[in-house]
């Protein structure tokens, strides 16, 4: 069965540095999806990506933030400057349709730990 | 703004019993959809039952099932003959059908764990 998959699956890196998660998204799926969870809190919406365009975005995603499909299979997610609040688990997800009408599938998630 | 509610941080249940996880959510809108996610100790979130808000009749999948009630804006998911795989965090998520580009809004989980 075709899963979301996600690297690393765990990332540490210093205050002030610039990472990238990669996720590959179901291959016939059309929209993407960032989300975090901080430890012991709730996930929470990212952004969405369509049509190499950000369809929505929530207002953690920041300037810091960016997404890209820089080919026709990875999805990625950088942030700029971590923060030592931008500690949590990112989750990738997909759907073959709009995530209103299409379940999302979600990836195993990357724990950045920022020190 | 749409909020998901799971007021149960944990619940604990015997194997072969019965357990229901709660969630509330509200919202003004008249059509969305709602999820149960399951994410093991593994960490993928898996999906494991979805309900249209237009129908009526609740879901079911295999073992699982839901009471869904639009009016007192509940959605409980019920698990039979719980089996020690079910353990694992359960999530509760909503998302509007029309004018979302697929922000799932989620309630912050139950932790089930099942004894043998």
């Known amino acids: 069965e075709p899963e979301v998959t996600q690297t690393p699956s765990h990332q540490v890196t210093q205050m002030g540095q610039e990472v990238i998660l990669r996720c590959v998204p179901i291959?016939?799926?059309?929209?993407f999806y960032w989300y975090r969870q901080i430890l012991g809190q709730k996930v929470e919406f990212l952004v969405s990506?369509?049509?190499?365009?950000?369809?929505?975005k929530s207002e953690i995603f920041d300037d810091q933030f960016s997404v890209e499909r820089p080919d026709g299979s990875n999805f990625t997610l950088k942030i700029r400057s971590t923060k030592l609040e931008d500690s949590a688990m990112y989750f990738c997800?997909?759907?073959?349709?709009?995530?209103?009408?299409?379940?999302?599938?979600f990836g195993p998630g990357t724990r950045l730990t920022v020190l | 703004a749409q909020t998901v509610t799971q007021s149960q941080p944990e619940m604990s249940v015997q194997e072969a019993e019965t357990v229901t996880l709660s969630c509330t959510y509200d919202?003004?809108?008249?059509?969305?959809?709602l999820f149960w996610y399951k994410q093991p100790p593994s960490r993928q979130m898996i999906l494991v039952i979805r309900?249209?808000?237009?129908?009526?009749q609740n879901a079911t999948e295999n073992r699982f099932s839901v009471n869904f009630q639009k009016a007192a804006k509940s959605f409980s998911l019920k698990i039979s003959d719980s089996q020690l795989g079910d353990a694992a965090m359960y999530f509760c998520?909503?998302?509007?059908?029309?004018?979302?580009?697929?922000?799932?809004?989620f309630g912050k989980g139950t932790k089930l764990s099942v004894k043998p």
């Open positions: 291959s016939n799926h059309l929209y």
């Open positions: 997800a997909s759907s073959e349709g709009r995530g209103g009408t299409d379940t999302q599938y």
């Open positions: 309900q249209e808000a237009y129908k009526q």
């Open positions: 998520a909503y998302i509007n059908y029309g004018g979302s580009q697929g922000n799932l809004i």
């Open positions: 990506f369509y049509n190499n365009e950000i369809s929505e």
């Open positions: 919202t003004s809108e008249s059509d969305y959809y």
